[in-house]
């Protein structure tokens, strides 16, 4: 499993030390920093995996023209789908929606898994790469998905995707680390990122996390 770290825009540069990346578009049309930041990350060979969600806990789709002028400014290897949480009729239209509007780029884009239970998990349609958010890991038990396949976050804790192959790109350990927390101490679950925190008490302990994590998944 190779390991994306997602970060706070103030600490990119510090924390995102791997070679994938992953950005918001919201982020990227309104933060000069945040958006320089990637574009100077592609320059030097990075993945750069783009999703189509707004910031926030709850996964809903990002506005398209928000999205279009995002995708003018960065160029992206892969685009996850916009999706709506748990909803599979409502993203699977949503997928299809999003390719009849952005057509130059469906070489790039990827779906992004959706459903309430194992049985939709299976009957999703797949392709050579998928996207797994952190709210269906509940749903995909014993389930395979190929080596190209791109998990969304963590949860709550390290082993969430033990003997999964893929893409993780994960704040976990910058969540944790910025309450001067080390993974194991996971609970309660720390909250999402706003991505406009500013405050790094604890960056021994968030550069650990950070290894730890790589160190795990990282064959």
Not at 114 to 132: C, L, M, R, W, Y
Not at 199 to 209: A, F, G, L, S
């Amino acid at each position: 499993m190779k390991v994306g770290i997602i970060a706070p825009i103030k600490f990119l540069e510090r924390y995102c030390v791997t070679p994938i990346q992953y950005c918001l578009p919201s982020l990227v049309v309104e933060n000069t920093s945040y958006k320089n930041f990637y574009i100077k990350k592609k320059k030097i060979g990075n993945i750069i995996i783009s999703d189509s969600r707004k910031v926030g806990w709850r996964r809903t789709p990002e506005d398209f023209e928000v999205i279009r002028e995002a995708l003018k400014l960065i160029e992206r290897d892969i685009i996850v789908a916009p999706s709506y949480m748990f909803n599979l009729k409502a993203s699977l239209e949503m997928y299809e929606y999003f390719l009849a509007n952005f057509p130059t780029y469906t070489n790039k884009i990827i779906r992004c898994l959706e459903g309430t239970s194992e049985e939709d998990v299976v009957i999703f349609p797949k392709s050579k790469i998928i996207a797994v958010p952190s709210h269906m890991y509940r749903y995909i038990g014993g389930i395979k998905f190929n080596s190209n396949t791109i998990y969304l976050e963590n949860h709550i804790s390290i082993d969430e995707l033990d003997n999964r192959k893929g893409i993780l790109v994960t704040s976990l350990p910058i969540r944790l680390g910025l309450q001067g927390r080390l993974l194991s101490n996971n609970r309660p679950a720390p909250d999402s990122l706003t991505f406009f925190e500013e405050e790094d008490k604890y960056p021994k302990i968030v550069e650990k996390n950070i290894k730890d994590i790589i160190d795990y998944y990282e064959e």
